[in-house]
């Protein structure tokens, strides 16, 4: 028994000194961010300068980086995107499990097959026909490939979770009457909430941290989302931006994704555990 | 198809409306039970994938043959771009960054992670001492880059904190030397990710089954030798996808290393991802760009049914 609490004692002390290591990054970020903006001193970096300026750095950095533009229209692409393409994956999924489309596998491949490639693979074109197109700089281009490339996964998700809807439920509907569509937007839909909102939460952060996409296919402040404002804001931080206030855009732009996770953390669990059925 | 169709169906309220009047033919019966536009729900996927995944992949294979600046047509080069690629020392320096890259992130994070998961689980207030951990995680790769680009800028505030408990690397100028820089970089990313690999391992090792553990425990077995001999192989099928979505994300590594160097000083902390930009958005070399791109698809294509394999076989060795 007393071997067994040392090893205990042993694995919390531990985990204790790790923990610390892992938290002083995070001390190191937060202390700094709250600082005045012209008082960082990377000599003593670690200690707290008494006064919390953390939101007006955040507001320094939202007037002069434009970074209240781009976080607006990050929240619509974050926001649009991930819904057209839940709702393009669940008829998807629909029509191959539900609705038994013949060669259903292979449909869901050619689907599922959109991700396997890496984003790079798509950058020259797509910059090069969104130039020719008008597309390039506009709120709606974006808006396309950010749904394009999160339909996959929604489709993979809803597939799986409409293979754990009884058959029954489909029959019995189209016996009373109800057309496909109906039966889809009344029943499939609201039964499967749970799973849609798991893809939800993952492809809003997705959509929210994209760096790529957002810097090869936008420019101006309003249209261009905020991670490549952000990585703007790096190039000249030893010019222009002070530290604190490029510390606390860091919190700041993290803010929204960590947020939707934990406010819909028990859902998303379940909802995941669902489409993996 | 129709055998599945539940004979429940006959009895009810429409008897044989949909089965048994009428099946001359499958498609008949198809048609009568889901409509006739079954298609029409996957055309918006199959559509949308079609033009700006799968089109744009292919043009990008093509225009790898080409010479392209964006503005006047695209000429056949054959396969110069990629003779080019052999004698470009950036892509040398992109491709041992990449890989270094895949070693690091491959380990680290999903090794420190299982290490918090094992030692936190199962003990009182296991979930507070994760918490630490768990707390970068809400970074982005950008987010990541523009911080630790600051703690990590020369003279900057990790070097001071270094030279505060005396260690060594206070005088270091963290990111302008290669590999030091790559590696700190991964150091960084190594402390977002950790977070996600200990809650993935947490779930697995609840989930694993109790009578193989109690027997082993009856046996004898505690501490090191139950971790190697029973936990790890139980946990293996986790491992195989940590490691595999790791492997993966680490040789796309673009966000930090963009945020935090751009690929500098002098393209020595370019991976492929920042090459292939580079190249084609920055030098306006939209062909050899692309060759990059190519080259980047068939790496990570080669690596993971390598590493597939491997764990397949594997796994065949332990159940047979």
């Known amino acids: ?277 | 198809m129709t055998t599945r169709t539940p004979p429940r169906l006959t009895t009810a309220r429409a008897p044989g409306r949909l089965t048994a009047a009428r099946k001359p033919s499958r498609g008949h019966h198809d048609r009568a039970l889901f409509g006739r536009f079954r298609h029409g729900y996957i055309a918006p996927g199959a559509l949308l994938v079609a033009g700006l995944l799968y089109l744009p992949f292919l043009w990008t294979v093509y225009l790898s043959f080409t010479n392209y600046d964006g503005l006047s047509p695209a000429t056949w080069a054959g396969l110069a771009n990629y003779r080019a690629l052999l004698h470009d020392p950036a892509l040398l320096t992109a491709i041992r960054n990449t890989l270094i890259w895949v070693g690091g992130t491959t380990l680290l994070p999903v090794g420190l992670g299982l290490l918090v998961a094992v030692l936190s689980y199962n003990i009182k207030g296991g979930a507070w001492l994760r918490l630490p951990f768990l707390l970068p995680y809400a970074f982005s790769g950008a987010g990541i880059g523009l911080v630790w680009g600051v703690l990590l800028s020369p003279g900057g505030t990790l070097n001071h904190v270094l030279g505060f408990f005396h260690l060594p690397g206070a005088h270091t100028p963290l990111l302008s030397y290669a590999p030091l820089n790559t590696v700190v970089l991964i150091i960084a990313m190594t402390w977002q990710q950790i977070g996600v690999n200990t809650l993935l391992f947490v779930v697995g090792l609840q989930s694993i089954p109790r009578e193989p553990i109690e027997a082993a425990k009856i046996d004898g077995a505690s501490g090191w030798a139950l971790f190697q001999r029973v936990i790890w192989p139980l946990l293996s099928p986790l491992t195989t996808v940590v490691v595999g979505l790791a492997l993966v994300a680490s040789l796309k590594t673009f966000d930090v290393v963009w945020v935090a160097t751009q690929g500098g000083p002098g393209r020595t902390s370019e991976t492929l991802a920042v090459t292939m930009y580079r190249d084609t958005f920055v030098a306006d070399q939209y062909g050899y760009g692309s060759a990059v791109a190519v080259l980047l698809t068939v790496v990570t294509g080669v690596v993971s049914v390598i590493y597939l394999r491997q764990q397949l076989s594997r796994r065949e060795r332990l159940n047979g």
Do not use: C, K
């Open chain 1, 1 to 277: 028994m007393a071997r067994r609490r040392a090893v205990t004692g042993a694995r919390v002390l531990v985990l204790v000194i790790l923990g610390l290591i892992w938290l002083a990054p995070a001390y190191l970020i937060v202390v700094n961010a709250a600082r005045p903006a012209g008082a960082y001193n990377p000599a003593h970096a670690w200690v707290p300068s008494g006064s919390f300026d953390l939101l007006a750095n955040m507001r320094r950095a939202w007037d002069a980086a434009g970074l209240g533009e781009s976080l607006g229209s990050t929240l619509l692409y974050s926001v649009v995107s991930p819904a057209i393409a839940i709702l393009i994956g669940a008829l998807a999924g629909f029509s191959i499990v539900t609705l038994r489309l013949r060669h259903g596998f292979a449909w869901f491949m050619l689907i599922f097959g959109g991700t396997v490639f890496p984003s790079q693979m798509l950058l020259v074109p797509l910059f090069v026909a969104y130039s020719r197109f008008n597309l390039y700089d506009t709120r709606f281009g974006l808006i396309l490939i950010y749904t394009a490339i999160s339909v996959p996964f929604a489709a993979f998700v809803m597939r799986n979770f409409f293979t754990g809807v009884a058959f029954s439920i489909f029959e019995a509907a189209r016996l009373d009457g109800a057309s496909t569509a109906r039966i889809f937007w009344r029943m499939y839909l609201p039964l499967s909430w749970s799973a849609l909102a798991a893809i939800f939460v993952l492809e809003f952060t997705f959509t929210w941290n994209d760096l790529l996409f957002g810097m090869t296919l936008a420019q101006s402040p309003g249209v261009r989302p905020v991670m490549p404002a952000v990585s703007a804001l790096q190039s000249d931080v030893y010019a222009g931006t002070p530290v604190p206030v490029a510390l606390a855009v860091g919190l700041l732009v993290s803010l929204p994704a960590i947020a939707l996770f934990l406010a819909t953390q028990r859902f998303f669990t379940r909802g995941l555990t669902l489409g993996q059925l």
